[in-house]
């Protein structure tokens, strides 16, 4: 896939300044491993707080965590003056997740001057072995200052 090129030459510290400010991923101890034009990914140690009855990630934050990253992914490429927003998406969850951590991908797949399709990706890691559990398709909206 060709690279794509942000509109927004400060796109990183803007992109950080407003990861910061979610005190979910706080409290969840998320940390941000990459960040590039249309890329988002980060990553979560595993922990109880975090999972459902039978001790997997729970569904409702492996959503939350690829909205998260498929979010982040397409603010990359949005000008400085805007703000990102859900408009929908899908999640496919494809594997109980448990582990050491969770590493969450996201990747623009078609970006838009208004509206921006993205990709994501939730792997469970236990051993350095990668499993991924769940998938999205998202659309994200730039909404203009």
Do not use: W
């Amino acid at each position: 896939m060709k690279p794509f090129i942000p509109s927004d030459p400060d796109f990183e510290s803007r992109v950080r300044a407003s990861y910061e400010s979610l005190q979910l991923l706080a409290d969840m101890d998320g940390k941000i491993v990459s960040l590039r034009p249309g890329i988002f990914h980060l990553d979560i140690p595993f922990s109880a707080c975090i999972t459902q009855q039978e001790g997997f990630l729970h569904a409702g934050i492996a959503a939350t965590l690829l909205d998260t990253a498929c979010g982040f992914a397409a603010y990359t490429l949005m000008p400085a003056d805007s703000r990102v927003l859900t408009v929908e998406f899908k999640v496919n969850l494809l594997s109980p997740a448990r582990g050491e951590y969770i590493h969450t991908e996201g990747q623009v797949i078609k970006p838009g001057r208004t509206l921006t399709v993205c990709e994501g990706k939730l792997f469970s890691i236990e051993n350095e072995k990668q499993t991924l559990c769940a998938i999205m398709q998202a659309t994200m909206i730039c909404i203009k200052e």
